[in-house]
């Protein structure tokens, strides 16, 4: 019965860290110029940091076959891509302002982020 408790513990203290605590490691990108591997559900890198005031070209990385991987979305941008299997999809951002972009897939499961500074 302990041996019960203590797996429920550890159990509930991996959600906690991986859906509020978890910070994934933001990848800057010098030339704003980024490979993006979608796979098992998430964005790598998630976190991107690019400069200010110059075109963004992103670059996708579909490796998941999941129906939710097919579309990449930039809500405050207005813009969709429709992401093909096994292929690299190059998303073509215009310069832009300092702030923060989400981008996401149609169902917002897997998630990312453009820091732009």
């Not at 860290?17 to 993006?36: A, D, H, M």
């Not at 941008?77 to 429709?82: A, E, W």
Request: net charge positive; with cysteine; proline share 4%.
């Amino acid at each position: 019965m302990l041996m019960f408790n203590i797996l429920g513990a550890l159990l509930i203290a991996v959600i906690i860290y991986w859906f509020w605590l978890y910070k994934p490691k933001q990848v800057q990108s010098n030339n704003n110029k980024i490979t993006i591997v979608v796979n098992n559900g998430v964005y790598y890198p998630a976190h991107i940091k690019v400069a200010a005031d110059k075109k963004v070209t992103l670059t996708f990385n579909r490796q998941d076959s999941a129906p939710c991987a097919e579309t990449v979305v930039f809500p405050s941008l207005n813009i969709s891509k429709t992401l093909a299997m096994g292929e690299n999809n190059t998303v073509e951002l215009p310069a832009l302002k300092v702030g923060e972009y989400a981008f996401h897939c149609q169902m917002q499961m897997y998630k990312g982020t453009l820091l732009v500074s």
